[in-house]
Nanobody, 115 residues
Framework: QVQLAESGGGWVQPGGSLRLSCARSGSVWPYDILGWHRQAPGKQREPVATMSPGGVPRYADSVKGRFTISRDNAKNTVTLQMNSLKPEDTAVYYC?????????WGQGTQVTVSS
């Protein structure tokens, strides 16, 4: 099994930055698909940023140019750097791992962007 522990959420003013971190433990496979998803109240969970096993990142159009996903294989961590945050970025952010037909989620961390 895979365990995911998230940190870094909180409150920030529009235009500010936050960095989310996800620590992976348990079963770790180099070919897992990694990602960050978010869910706002009343909306479905949506992918924000993903990274292929080869390290190629992909982003939702709404965050492209502002968010950056990265990984540290030695530390088994996945990071989401969020810059130029907007109120519409307010949501619960979840770390995600996909392995064949199985998937695991972090507990979620609240990100609130307001003035």
């Amino acid at each position: 099994q895979v365990q995911l522990a998230e940190s870094g959420g909180g409150w920030v003013q529009p235009g500010g930055s936050l960095r989310l971190s996800c620590a992976r433990s348990g079963s770790v496979w180099p070919y897992d698909i990694l990602g960050w998803h978010r869910q706002a109240p009343g909306k479905q969970r949506e992918p924000v940023a993903t990274m292929s096993p080869g390290g190629v990142p992909r982003y939702a159009d709404s965050v492209k140019g502002r968010f950056t996903i990265s990984r540290d294989n030695a530390k088994n961590t996945v990071t989401l750097q969020m810059n130029s945050l907007k109120p519409e970025d307010t949501a619960v952010y979840y770390c995600h791992v996909q392995r064949f037909d199985n998937q695991w989620w972090g507990q979620g961390t609240q990100v609130t962007v307001s003035s």
